[in-house]
């Protein structure tokens, strides 16, 4: 099946630092990703639809210039957490939805990314 | 505010049985309905996905649909301790196209040898 890389799969951080999150399409063209969050025993919250050059859309309550998302290219789209706080340290997920396809179940996971924020 | 609720759990099972996993949705318009599986620190694995009322086999597993009853149930025969995991129930919400989904907390399973 299609291959959603996403990198670092761990980071920790001091508080006040930015922290950017790669996920990318690596046998197919992605023109729609996401961002989800996920905390402890909670879950997978959508933070943003991101369309392959156009600006994300991000959904009620996530602050878009905290988290900034670029998607520069159809294999790929980069989640940045800037000035993160301890309250941010939670699971990261990305998710690739395949061009050519008109249902979810081509819908593919990246493998997370665990931030912890000191 | 559209809501998709499992039982938490964790719900235990002997090996060999059948685990039966349940899910509601709030938005009566949904169309598609899919389970994932979550290994604990990894990403979700899709499971089964179903569109249509009734029932939907694939190996192990049967996804079954009541839109009625607005109810989307997966069951796990022949339970393995390798399926001890959490599933996950996700709502395509927002109709066709819109590739948005909206996930239940998950429900743990565990298999016991």
């Known amino acids: 099946g299609a291959v959603v890389s996403q990198h670092p799969s761990r980071v920790i951080c001091k508080s006040g630092t930015s922290v950017k999150i790669e996920c990318r399409s690596l046998?197919?063209?992605?023109?729609?990703m996401f961002w989800y969050r996920q905390f402890p025993k909670q879950s997978l919250m959508l933070m943003a639809t991101s369309n392959e050059g156009s600006k994300a859309t991000y959904e009620q309550g996530v602050e878009k210039d905290k988290f900034l998302i670029n998607h520069a290219s159809l294999t790929l789209s980069t989640l940045t957490v800037t000035s993160a706080h301890p309250e941010d340290s939670s699971f990261y997920i990305c998710?690739?939805?395949?061009?050519?396809?008109?249902?979810?179940?081509?819908?593919?996971f990246g493998s997370g990314t665990q931030l912890s924020v000191l | 505010q559209k809501e998709v609720e499992q039982n938490s759990g964790p719900l235990s099972v002997p090996e060999g049985a059948i685990a039966s996993l349940n899910c509601t949705y709030s938005?009566?318009?949904?169309?598609?309905f899919f389970w994932y599986r979550q290994y604990s620190g990894k990403s979700p694995e899709l499971i089964m996905f179903i569109y249509s009322n009734g029932d939907k086999e694939d190996g192990r597993f049967t996804a079954q649909l009541n839109k009625a009853s607005q109810y989307v149930s997966l069951l796990i025969r022949d339970s393995q301790p390798s399926d001890s995991a959490t599933y996950l129930c996700a709502v395509n919400m927002r109709g066709a196209g819109s590739y948005q989904l909206t996930f239940g907390k998950g429900t743990k399973l565990s298999v016991i040898p």
């Open positions: 998710s690739a939805r395949e061009i050519r396809t008109a249902t979810n179940e081509k819908l593919f």
């Open positions: 938005d009566r318009g949904s169309q598609s």
């Open positions: 046998d197919f063209q992605a023109t729609t």
